[in-house]
């Protein structure tokens, strides 16, 4: 069992920047690739970026790419979301996931067996 709590989330405006951090239990972290996933009011879950256990391999929405970092401290057992050049439309509540690293494909839902509670980010124009 891992359990995942997120941090850093809040109100900034277009074009600020904020930084989330989610904490893992559990001593096998290494083990699991982790993502963020976001969801805005009356839409689906959608992905943002996942990073594999090693931390080496890092995958990308389009939609944030150039704008959005994820990496990860193994020995902390945490993964951040560097969140720079904010728009409107990355309003929603972030989600972190954990999956089996050796899953093929990490950047769809179903890929993640355990969720955090969310924090909420908003940005306002």
């Known amino acids: 069992q891992v359990q995942l709590i997120e941090s850093g989330g809040g109100l900034v405006q277009t074009g600020g920047s904020l930084r989330l951090a989610c904490a893992a239990s559990g001593r096998t972290f290494s083990s699991y690739a982790m993502g963020w996933f976001r969801q805005a009011p009356g839409k689906e879950r959608e992905f943002v970026a996942a990073i594999r256990g090693s931390g080496k391999s890092t995958y990308y929405a389009d939609s944030v790419k150039g704008r959005f970092t994820i990496s990860r401290d193994n020995a902390k057992t945490t993964v951040y979301l560097q969140m720079n050049s904010l728009k409107p439309e990355d309003t929603a509540v972030y989600y972190c996931?954990?999956?089996?690293?050796?899953?093929?494909?990490?950047?769809?839902?179903?890929?993640?067996?355990?969720w955090g509670q969310g924090t909420q980010v908003t940005v306002s124009s």
């Open positions: 996931a954990a999956g089996m690293n050796t899953k093929t494909i990490i950047t769809t839902t179903v890929s993640y067996d355990y």
